[in-house]
Nanobody, 122 residues
Framework: QVQLVESGGGLVQAGGSLRLSCAASRSILSIDDMGWYRQVPGNRRELVAAITRGGNTNYADSVKDRFTIDRDNAKNTVYLQMNSLRPGDTAVYYC????????????????WGQGTRVTVSS
């Protein structure tokens, strides 16, 4: 089991910055992948950025060179630094943890946080 608690969302003007945090209930070194997703009403949840246990990162094209995912292993926390924010970044942001082949039948298991809302005004 992994509990994830996000924080750091809020209202910001276009061009501004926010830093989201995701605190995990266990060592993030025991988690294969951690990531940030976002969702707006009527749309499916989409990947924003992810980081593997080995430190490899992956970003959606729309946020490359603006957002950075990193982590603090000692604090069991993953961060999403968001710069040059745009109104199109407005969404609820969710933290995700994935454990490969951790299910009873060998399937991957995912955990989600409750989400934190980011609103970017023009």
């Amino acid at each position: 089991q992994v509990q994830l608690v996000e924080s750091g969302g809020g209202l910001v003007q276009a061009g501004g910055s926010l830093r989201l945090s995701c605190a995990a209930s266990r060592s993030i070194l025991s988690i294969d992948d951690m990531g940030w997703y976002r969702q707006v009403p009527g749309n499916r949840r989409e990947l924003v950025a992810a980081i593997t246990r080995g430190g490899n990162t992956n970003y959606a094209d729309s946020v490359k060179d603006r957002f950075t995912i990193d982590r603090d292993n000692a604090k069991n926390t993953v961060y999403l630094q968001m710069n040059s924010l745009r109104p199109g970044d407005t969404a609820v942001y969710y933290c995700n943890a994935r454990l490969y082949r951790a299910g009873i039948l060998g399937e991957d298991v995912e955990y989600w946080g409750q989400g934190t809302r980011v609103t970017v005004s023009s």
